[in-house]
């Protein structure tokens, strides 16, 4: 498997201690194939509560963070127009986050297709509880 972006719902899942989060993230691990976006850092951050904070630390500093440049703009507005075109609603962090993984050449670990329409960006991992 490929190195891959996670998304804030795997990260998320991972955190609240999701039995099929914690394999498929700590596999990417110990495998140096996670990379998160600097958006999923900031819904991370939105999200923590005063408790999870040394769990989310952990977690973003055991990624490679991916910062939002002007390619990553570009390649989020293209992703945004072309499936605005097509009748989906998308928030500009997910054509953001889209916009990263296309850039760098990755794939995009969600369970949220509805937020990436293209199946050949995202990676769906399974619960396999």
């Given at each position: 498997?490929?190195?891959?972006?996670?998304?804030?719902?795997?990260?998320?899942?991972?955190?609240?201690?999701?039995?099929?989060?914690?394999?498929?993230?700590?596999?990417?691990?110990?495998?140096?194939?996670?990379?998160?976006?600097?958006?999923?850092?900031?819904?991370?951050?939105?999200?923590?509560?005063?408790?999870?904070?040394?769990?989310?630390?952990?977690?973003?500093?055991?990624?490679?963070?991916?910062?939002?440049?002007?390619?990553?703009?570009?390649?989020?507005?293209?992703w945004?127009?072309?499936?605005?075109?097509?009748?989906?609603?998308?928030?500009?962090?997910?054509?953001?986050?889209?916009?990263?993984?296309?850039?760098?050449?990755?794939?995009?670990?969600?369970r949220?297709?509805?937020?990436?329409?293209?199946?050949?960006?995202?990676?769906?991992p399974?619960?396999?509880?």
């Open positions: 498997m490929a190195v891959l972006l996670v998304d804030t719902d795997i990260a998320i899942d991972y955190l609240r201690g999701c039995h099929y989060a914690r394999e498929f993230v700590e596999d990417l691990w110990r495998t140096g194939r996670a990379c998160l976006s600097i958006l999923s850092v900031y819904e991370l951050y939105a999200g923590m509560k005063p408790e999870e904070e040394a769990a989310t630390e952990a977690f973003i500093d055991a990624c490679r963070v991916l910062e939002v440049d002007r390619r990553v703009a570009r390649a989020g507005a293209e945004y127009r072309k499936w605005k075109g097509k009748g989906y609603a998308l928030t500009a962090v997910d054509c953001l986050i889209a916009g990263t993984a296309l850039v760098h050449g990755l794939v995009v670990a969600t949220n297709v509805r937020h990436y329409p293209d199946p050949s960006i995202r990676y769906v399974q619960d396999r509880t």
